[in-house]
């Protein structure tokens, strides 16, 4: 087997590992969460937001490590002109395939976080709504949960204009690694680890959110997500 095509694949394995590890532990956060707000995981049809929102981030991650894992690269390199290019397909249809999927479970649980905890909320925006949902609970803007989300947002908008960052430059640093965003650039991260980093952080900040006193009180039926279909479909 060619050297760049092992060496290729080692390192989608344990892009893979890393799959599997957020995997683990959004199955563990579920069971926590199911045991805290007393769902009935058994049965099928369950609404609350609580729990969804970690249930569609979790279909998305094991989507992409199952697809990584068993795709036939051979057959895949046949098909590209060289590996570096199959590289391109692997990232952007496997790897970034979560943040989409992050993205509107977020956007819809902070909406119906923010209507249980007042009747009159109506601001459904992505970043208002994380705004809102961090000042609700007093929760600090200036640390790596509250720019977790800014991230995922421009990551997000960008994907879908062809990978290009339309508005002003912008960057964070999450756990000591940088997140640029230049008006007008194509998304280039130094490692597709940047995504695995957001991930986590995203989903530890979600956790402290579930647990939070306030967020507890709130009475099941009103923590009804607002679409029938899965998310990650949306």
């Known amino acids: 087997m060619d050297e760049d095509m092992i060496a290729y694949k080692k390192g989608i394995t344990a892009y893979v590992d890393k799959f599997d590890k957020l995997e683990k532990k959004i199955y563990y956060i579920r069971q926590e969460i199911s045991s805290m707000y007393r769902i009935d995981t058994t049965k099928e049809g369950i609404k609350d937001v609580r729990y969804l929102v970690f249930d569609h981030m979790f279909a998305s991650i094991k989507h992409s490590r199952l697809l990584l894992k068993f795709t036939d690269y ?11 290019n199959m590289g391109e397909i692997i990232v952007k249809r496997l790897i970034y395939y979560p943040i989409p999927c992050f993205y509107h ?22 970043y208002q709504l994380v705004e809102n949902i961090f000042t ?19 990551l997000r908008n960008s994907m879908h204009n062809n990978w290009v960052h339309e508005k002003q ?12 965003f ?11 680890d940047h995504i695995f980093i957001l991930m986590d952080t995203i989903i ?10 306030e967020i507890q009180k709130l009475k099941s039926e009103d923590c009804h997500e607002r679409f029938a279909q899965s998310l990650d479909q949306k």
Do not use: Q, W
Request: net charge neutral; hydrophobic share 30%.
């Open 105 to 126: 479970a977020i956007e819809n649980c902070f909406f119906k976080l923010l209507k249980a905890l007042d009747k009159e909320y109506a601001n459904d925006k992505y």
């Open 74 to 84: 051979d057959c895949m390199l046949r098909e590209c002109d060289s590996i570096p």
């Open 204 to 213: 530890e900040s979600l956790l402290t959110i579930m647990r939070h006193s």
């Open 169 to 180: 430059n912008k960057g964070h640093t999450i756990k000591n690694v940088e997140f640029p």
């Open 136 to 154: 609700k609970l007093s929760m600090p803007k200036d640390g790596d949960a509250y720019k977790s989300y800014e991230v995922l947002g421009c």
């Open 182 to 192: 230049s008006k007008g650039g194509h998304i280039a991260f130094k490692s597709e």
